[in-house]
């Protein structure tokens, strides 16, 4: 596992910097949903990569500035970007714009708890990885928020909520056999100031490299047929 991990995230650095060839297939089994973290970066975000890696188009209906519910005028919230379809995977992130704008990561107990509860069974998450799924996706992998930067950016602020988000997010994912969770921590974070952009928020292009190929990886292993 951590050997092929190596490999791909090998590959997907040296695809940042080269280009990357969308993969050619009749059509995409694997769609994106989730916040600017899938988004930036343009055509070298995080979901391309996971698309050259694997060898396969991917579907990223993502959104820069998208919550977990509550569209607007200008963004699509993520429970509003699933498409419909017959997928093999649907890829999640999200809540940190929902923790940012609701609770300014301060005093986030209340708001924590609404996007899933301790126990991690109940809760805007939960509600929306059992809606993609009985709308037809077959399997969720649910994308972890990276570490800090330790250089104070928003990601920074709101570190601990997050991870506390995340640990239960990982309770949900053990409780069911077609959801999974993958931390992004420890590919990015405080260990690797050199992965995130200048706004010391949102990953680089070889930060998106490296959890593209986390995310190739953990596909892989758990679907080894594809």
């Not at 975000?45 to 005028?73: C, F, K, M, W, Y």
Request: include cysteine; proline fraction near 5%.
């Amino acid at each position: 596992m951590f050997r092929k991990l190596q490999q791909g995230l090998v590959m997907a650095l040296v695809l940042a910097w080269s280009g990357l060839a969308a993969p050619a297939s009749a059509s995409p089994r694997i769609q994106v949903i989730g916040d600017s973290v899938m988004t930036w970066n343009g055509a070298l975000a995080i979901p391309a990569h996971v698309a050259q890696i694997l060898g396969e188009p991917v579907d990223n209906n993502a959104r820069a500035g998208a919550r977990l519910r509550r569209s607007t005028l200008f963004v699509r919230a993520v429970e509003d970007q699933y498409q419909n379809g017959d997928w093999d995977w649907v890829i999640m992130n999200g809540g940190a714009n929902d923790l940012n704008r609701d609770c300014g990561c301060n005093r986030c107990e209340a708001e924590v708890d609404a996007m899933v509860s301790a126990d991690g069974t109940r809760g805007t998450w939960p509600d929306l990885v059992r809606g993609v799924l009985a709308e037809g996706a077959r399997r969720v992998l649910i994308v972890g928020y990276y570490g800090p930067t330790g250089l104070g950016g928003r990601t920074d602020r709101c570190a601990d909520e997050l991870r506390v988000v995340d640990a239960r997010l990982a309770r949900f994912a053990a409780g069911r056999e077609d959801v999974f969770f993958v931390d992004a921590d420890p590919v990015m974070g405080p260990q690797t100031p050199e992965f995130f952009a200048r706004d010391n928020i949102h990953p680089n292009a070889r930060g998106a490299a490296a959890i593209g190929a986390l995310i190739a990886a953990e596909i892989s292993r758990l679907d080894p047929e594809r």
